[in-house]
């Protein structure tokens, strides 16, 4: 079961480009439809699971889809499988990364794809603002947050953790004023 | 020391990394610039790598830093395992009470109001990550800001117009590439 695991994280792992939500049609394909470890509906359970819970979203449904499959020793395949590529060829890239900033031609591009890389980071917010169905008023939280980060230099931590500590009170109290009255 | 600060920032990382790879850019970012482990330049550009290799941004930055930081495999080796220990003991400790835990939290106010709530932050974080990066080292001149409206305009435009053209251009490997190249060509 470890070799079973470590060899289909591996392979989704060395396929996918552009991070973990990229990874689970694939994961699904291998999973849940050619291997049939865990069925259709368990699968998008994980992938709530996954996503709520905090760490990278590749890692927690290869730890979850590990432990249903092969318990301890499926954790340890699944995830060694899903996190050696990306580990190796990063560490490739940053034992020869620094010589080859000096190449004028690998600057040059790089000048270029700076902005860039910006662009792809903030062009999904639209999209992000859209499915998250954010209103003016909602609008708000990320806007402090951005702010609080940026201008105040304020750890993204506190902002995660004042956000469950703040639900959590607002619940709370709501619940217990329409209990009194 | 070092290792042992290296381990609790990935560790802290990968605790309160909500929402997926972009989320965790901006808790990732402050940690190496507070302790000077990369420049913000340097930051971008392994964003970019990111962009263009296999695997997870969390786990590509995590060993990036560990190596540059140290400059020993064993960094990478520690910041890898700091970065995933958090979701081992999370995820397992979900897994060991998924039955009870889906009994009881699907449709819990507490946990559903969170969760709608944290998804609102997290694009609070991802914006952060972008201002934080809007600086003279990665916008050196306007052309940049020529190169980044491009590229924030494909990315947007299949939620515009969806087709099978529009899907293409979108991809993000395909803009590096182009940025790369019209890098060169303009700077080289």
Not at chain 1, 73 to 89: E, Q, R, Y
Not at chain 2, 35 to 55: K, L, N, R
Request: aromatic content about 12%.
């Amino acid at each position: 079961m470890f070799f079973q695991l470590f060899w289909t994280y591996l392979k989704i792992g060395t396929f996918t480009l552009g991070g973990g939500y990229a990874m689970l049609p694939l994961i699904q394909r291998e999973v849940v439809d050619r291997k049939g470890w865990i069925d259709e509906e368990e699968f998008l359970n994980m992938i709530a699971l996954a996503q709520a819970a905090p760490g990278l979203i590749a890692v927690n449904s290869a730890i979850f889809i590990g432990w249903r499959v092969g318990g301890w020793k499926g954790v340890c395949g699944a995830v060694l499988g899903a996190v050696l590529p990306s580990f190796c060829i990063i560490l490739a890239i940053a034992m020869v990364f620094s010589e080859w900033k000096e190449l004028p031609a690998v600057e040059a591009a790089f000048k270029g794809i700076r902005p860039a890389v910006v662009a792809l980071i903030a062009a999904p917010l639209v999209k992000m603002a859209k499915t998250a169905k954010i209103s003016w008023l909602t609008a708000l939280i990320p806007i402090s947050a951005a702010l609080l980060i940026w201008l105040g230099h304020v750890n993204p931590v506190w902002i995660i953790i004042a956000t469950v500590v703040l639900t959590l009170v607002t619940i709370y109290l709501r619940e217990r004023t329409t209990r009194n009255s | 020391m070092l290792y042992l600060q290296l381990f609790i920032s990935f560790f802290k990382i990968g605790l309160f990394g909500f929402g997926g790879g972009l989320a965790i850019l901006s808790l990732i970012q402050m940690e190496v610039e507070q302790h000077g482990w990369m420049s913000q330049q340097e930051f971008v550009d392994i964003v970019a790598v990111s962009q263009v290799t296999p695997g997870p941004i969390g786990i590509n930055c995590a060993t990036y830093v560990g190596y540059t930081a140290t400059g020993s495999v064993w960094g990478s080796v520690l910041t890898t395992f700091a970065i995933v220990l958090p979701s081992l003991i999370i995820m397992l400790a979900v897994c060991k009470a998924y039955f009870w835990l889906n009994r009881r939290f699907q449709g819990n106010p507490y946990f559903e109001q969170t969760l709608r709530m944290l998804r609102f932050t997290v694009i609070g974080l991802i914006a952060a990550a972008a201002l934080m990066l809007i600086k003279p080292a990665n916008f050196i001149d306007s052309t940049s800001w020529i190169i980044f409206a491009a590229v924030a305009f494909f990315t947007v435009l299949p939620n515009l117009y969806q087709n099978k053209v529009t899907k293409i251009i979108s991809h993000p490997i395909l803009l590096i590439i182009i940025a790369g190249i019209a890098g060169y060509c303009i700077y080289g």
